[in-house]
C-alpha cells in the first residue's frame, strides 16, 4: 500500500505535471509527424515531365513539260496548276521529320495517297504508292507518282452515277501522307499518326490548287509529348525531396511513438492503479489545488461524498475548485455558499494512525451522506 507520509511535493498527483506535459508533446509531435508522411506518401518521388516532340511534312510536285508548253522552260513546279493537256503523270514528294531533343527510337509505315470525293459523300482512293512502305528512324523522303488518268475514270464515274454529262463536274482532291510511327521517346512508348492533306480542284482533266478552304498548306506542322512519370525529384516545402521527407518522417513518427510510451506508460499504471490515491492523482491531479486544512466554523454546512467521482461533478456544476489537503490521509473538497462537500481517503501505510473523523465545530450543522455518483 502507498505511504501517505511521502512529502507532497513527490506524491504522484503533484509530481506527474510534467510527465503529462511531455506526454502530449510527444503525441502531438506524433500526430504531426503522421500529417506529414501522408502528405509525402500521397506525392509521388519523382514529378513526371512533359517530353514534347514536333512533326513536320513537305509536300511536293513536278513533271516532265516540253519548253513550248504553257509552263515555258522551268517546267511545273509545286503550287503551280496542273493542266491534263500537257501531263499525265504527276511525280509527288514528301519530306518527313518527327523533332524532339529527348533520346528516340522510332519507326513505321507512310504511304501516298490521293484522295478525289463528289461532294455528295462519295470518295475513291489513288494509290501514289502502291503499298505501304517501312521507315527507321525520325524522319525520311519518299515519292511516288500520280496519274491523272486515274482521276479522269474516276470523275467519269461520279458523273455517270449522276447523270451529269462527262467533263461536267469538279471534284476535291486531297493528296496526302499515311505516316503511322510508333517506338520509343525519352524512354517511354509513342505512337503517333501524321495525315495532312493538300486540297486540289478537279475539273475538266485539270488539277489545281486550292479548294473551298483556300490554298493548300504544303508544309504542314503539328505537335504532340509524352509523359516521363520519373522526371526530377518532386518537392515539398521548402525544397525537401519527396524521398527523404517519407523516409524522415517515418522515423520521426517512430521516435515519437517511442517516447509516447516511455512517458506515457507510467501514467497508464497510476490511471488504472487499484489505488485510489495513486489513481485519483494520475486522473485528476493537475485539478487539485493544495490547500490548508479548511475549518469548519459556526453555520458550516458539510456534505460527506461516497467517491470522487461525485466530488468532480460538483465541482464542475459550482465551477469550483478541488481543495486537497492532508490530514491522517487525503482529503478532498469543494467548498461553495456555506456548504463543504468532501471526499476523503483514509491512511493505509501499516503502521499509521488511524485519521481523526472529521467533525463540524460546536454549533455546525451535523455532516450529510450524499450519495454516491452515477
Known amino acids: 500500500m502507498p505511504d501517505r507520509s511521502t512529502p507532497t ?21 506524433a500526430i504531426c509527424a503522421a500529417v506529414i508522411a501522408g502528405i509525402s506518401w500521397a506525392h509521388p518521388t519523382k514529378e513526371a515531365a512533359v517530353v514534347g516532340y514536333s512533326q513536320s511534312g513537305s509536300l ?3 513533271a516532265p513539260t516540253s519548253a513550248g508548253s504553257v509552263y515555258g522552260s522551268q517546267g511545273l513546279s509545286t503550287g503551280g496548276p496542273v493542266y491534263g493537256e500537257y501531263v499525265s503523270n504527276l511525280n509527288v514528294t514528301y519530306a518527313y521529320r518527327l523533332a524532339t531533343a529527348a533520346p528516340a527510337a522510332l519507326h513505321g509505315t507512310e504511304q501516298l495517297v490521293a484522295k478525289i470525293s463528289n461532294g455528295q459523300g462519295i470518295s475513291q482512293t489513288v494509290a501514289i504508292q502502291a503499298q505501304p512502305v517501312a521507315f527507321s528512324g525520325s524522319h525520311f523522303s519518299t515519292s511516288g507518282t500520280l496519274s491523272l488518268a486515274a482521276l479522269s475514270n474516276l470523275a467519269e464515274t461520279f458523273e455517270s452515277a449522276a447523270g451529269i ?34 486540297v486540289f480542284t478537279y475539273s475538266s482533266g485539270n488539277l489545281i490548287p486550292g479548294g473551298t478552304g483556300g490554298k493548300p498548306n504544303f508544309n504542314p506542322k503539328s505537335g504532340g509529348s509524352v509523359v516521363q512519370p520519373d522526371g526530377r525529384a518532386e518537392t515539398l516545402a521548402f525544397g525537401i525531396p519527396v524521398a527523404d521527407a517519407r523516409v524522415g518522417t517515418l522515423g520521426l513518427v517512430a521516435a515519437a511513438l517511442l517516447l509516447l510510451g516511455i512517458a506515457g506508460y507510467p501514467l497508464l499504471r497510476q490511471a488504472t492503479s487499484s489505488d485510489e490515491w495513486t489513481r485519483i492523482g494520475a486522473r485528476y491531479g493537475a485539478r487539485a489545488v493544495e490547500a490548508g486544512a479548511v475549518d469548519t466554523k459556526a453555520g458550516l454546512v458539510g456534505v460527506e461524498l461516497d467517491s470522487f467521482e461525485g466530488l468532480v461533478q460538483v465541482s464542475r456544476r459550482l465551477q469550483c475548485p478541488i481543495l486537497h489537503w492532508e490530514d491522517r490521509g487525503d482529503v478532498y473538497a469543494v467548498v461553495d455558499s456555506g456548504t463543504l462537500y468532501r471526499y476523503s481517503i483514509e491512511a493505509t501505510a501499516e503502521g499509521a494512525p488511524a ?20
Open 355 to 374: 485519521p481523526k473523523a472529521w467533525k463540524p465545530e460546536p454549533g455546525a450543522l451535523a455532516p450529510q451522506r450524499a450519495p454516491a455518483a452515477k
Open 60 to 62: 511536293g510536285y513536278s
Open 9 to 29: 511535493q513527490n506524491r504522484p498527483n503533484q509530481s506527474r505535471g510534467g510527465r503529462l506535459e511531455a506526454t502530449f508533446l510527444f503525441a502531438l509531435l
Open 165 to 198: 454529262q462527262s467533263g461536267g463536274g469538279s471534284y476535291a482532291v486531297s493528296i496526302l501522307p499515311s505516316i503511322k510511327v510508333h517506338g520509343e521517346l525519352a524512354g517511354q512508348a509513342l505512337r503517333t499518326a501524321f495525315s495532312p492533306s493538300a
